[in-house]
């Protein structure tokens, strides 16, 4: 079974700051996807970013990036030059079916 | 707007009531998801189907929640005989197998409130 944890419930940073949410999961696969999804309050939940296993380079997407590490199973997502339309609900999963329970971000202005 | 859509958008229903909820996926996705999601917590995988085929079931889908998918087109979650703990958010999303890995596009769910 796969599992994916989130230890930081809610997260508060300073517009224009950087700020790193935390994941680790467990799987047994060797070959796998992760994704940071945001759930805006009231909104649809959309991808900020995805990472295939076997890469080796950490995906970025603009503000965005993560810090994969496989062999400690940790993949932390860290927004640059923060802004308030980014506070929202951030999720990590893998392979699209299992969630983590979430982090709440605070854009503080 | 991801292109899911969902419908009803709410529903409150009292208990013991059967409900049915509707799922437009993005017409050339094959994939189709449904989790629900409860205050505070991430999506629960429920089931998915690929086309018509529903290719797995999570164990919290009790014989109480049944999914269809006819012509692997939109697809309906029903749940008979409702109880206060399914008051949840349920969620569809849908995806393409590419070469970006199963990317979900969510729709907006239905938040179900079980008197």
């Known amino acids: 079974a796969q599992t994916v944890t989130q230890s930081q419930p809610e997260m508060s940073v300073q517009e224009a700051e950087t700020v790193t949410l935390s994941c680790t999961y467990d799987?047994?696969?060797?070959?796998?996807?992760l994704f940071w999804y945001k759930q805006p309050p009231s909104r649809q939940m959309i991808l900020v970013i995805r990472?295939?296993?076997?890469?080796?380079q950490n995906a970025t997407e603009n503000r965005f990036s993560v810090n994969f590490q496989k062999a400690a199973k940790s993949f932390s997502l860290k927004i640059s030059d923060s802004q308030l339309g980014d506070a929202a609900m951030y999720f990590c999963?893998?392979?699209?079916?299992?969630f983590g329970k979430g982090t709440h971000l605070i854009i503080q202005p | 707007d991801t292109g899911v859509s969902q419908d009803p958008r709410h529903k409150i229903t009292k208990r013991g009531q059967n409900v049915t909820f509707r799922c437009d996926p993005i017409?050339?996705?094959?994939?189709l998801y449904w989790y629900r999601q409860t205050l505070g917590q991430g999506p629960e995988f429920l089931t998915y189907?690929?086309?018509?085929?529903?290719?797995?079931k999570s164990r919290l889908l009790s014989d109480r929640f049944s999914a269809e998918r006819p012509k692997g087109s939109f697809s309906t979650l029903e749940i008979q005989r409702t109880e206060q703990g399914d008051s949840a958010m349920y969620l569809c999303?849908?995806?393409?197998?590419?070469?970006?890995?199963?990317?979900?596009?969510f729709g907006p769910g239905t938040r179900l409130t079980v008197l």
């Open positions: 990472q295939e296993a076997y890469k080796q």
């Open positions: 999303a849908s995806s393409f197998p590419g070469t970006s890995g199963y990317e979900q596009f």
């Open positions: 189907f690929q086309n018509e085929a529903q290719l797995e």
């Open positions: 999963a893998i392979d699209g079916l299992t």
């Open positions: 799987t047994s696969e060797s070959d796998y996807y």
């Open positions: 017409s050339e996705h094959n994939r």
